[in-house]
């Protein structure tokens, strides 16, 4: 047979078969007087248990060292291997679809996608149209969408986002937007913010106070000259707070 011949018998293309030439996994046959390659039953056998072996998943690397095992033990190994491995992204899926649909049940939002953890969160928290409080949320999509977040952490914010009282403080903090930053609200502004968060909330904070180099800067950097102030001054009681 020649190359196209046997690339149709076994539903391969010819590049792929000189392909498997190139990297050694299928020998050189012997070539006929005018040059053509002259391909045996014996090689068809062999490109079809490549191919099978190939659209289970195996790499060329594995599928030339079950090829190179007479009595299969390697093969054996390989299949379970990669066995082992599609059930893992089989249960992966099977999670990702999962969230995926609680995703669906949510309701349309600026901040989504989020998990279903921080979608309840968010449900507890009162109505406002405060910026700052809009500014929380989004920080908060941050936070559950990166490392820095968990369980835990999203559940001890639940207890202060649900709190009432909280739209008051965004409001304080709302009308510092025009303010100088010696305005003389935005000590107390920020005490009061301080004696709102849940005393478990400090044992989650890095004992530097740094998430990531740059961090603390970008987000000053979202507020006005008074606001940044008083976040300022928040971020650093948190730091004291949590080394105490």
């Known amino acids: ?19 498997y030439h190139h990297v050694g996994l299928l ?8 040059g053509y ?7 068809a056998i062999l490109l079809a248990r ?14 030339r ?47 989504g996608p989020v998990s279903p953890a921080l979608a309840a969160l968010l449900a507890q928290a009162p109505r406002t149209d405060s910026p700052s409080a809009a500014k929380d949320r989004e920080y ?3 936070l559950d969408a990166t490392s820095t977040g968990d369980q835990e952490t999203l559940a001890l914010l639940g207890t202060l986002v649900g709190d009432p009282a909280i739209v008051e403080l965004y409001e304080r903090l709302d009308a510092l937007a025009e303010a100088p930053t010696d305005d003389p ?9 301080m004696a709102a968060v849940p005393e478990e909330l400090f044992a989650a904070i890095p004992e530097d106070g740094v998430v990531v180099a740059g961090f603390k800067e970008a987000l000053l950097a979202e507020y006005t000259p008074a606001q940044a102030e008083v976040v300022g001054l928040l971020m650093e009681a948190f730091v004291e707070r949590g080394r105490g």
Do not use: K, W
Request: charged residues 35%; contains cysteine; negative net charge.
């Open 1 to 19: 047979m020649r190359i196209g011949e046997i690339a149709a018998l076994v539903g391969l293309t010819t590049r792929a078969i000189r392909h």
């Open 37 to 43: 390659r002259a391909y045996s039953v014996r090689d």
């Open 140 to 142: 908060l999509t941050l």
């Open 65 to 111: 060292d079950a090829l190179a095992d007479d009595a299969g033990r390697e093969l054996t190994e390989i299949l379970e291997e990669l066995d082992a491995d599609l059930a893992r992204q089989e249960a992966d899926i099977r999670e990702r679809r999962c969230r995926l649909g609680a995703l669906f049940a949510q309701p349309p939002s600026a901040t």
């Open 185 to 193: 609200r935005i000590a107390s502004l920020a005490a009061d913010l």
């Open 27 to 34: 020998p050189e046959p012997q070539r006929r007087p005018n």
């Open 50 to 63: 490549v191919r099978r072996l190939t659209e289970l998943g195996l790499g060329l690397d594995e599928v």
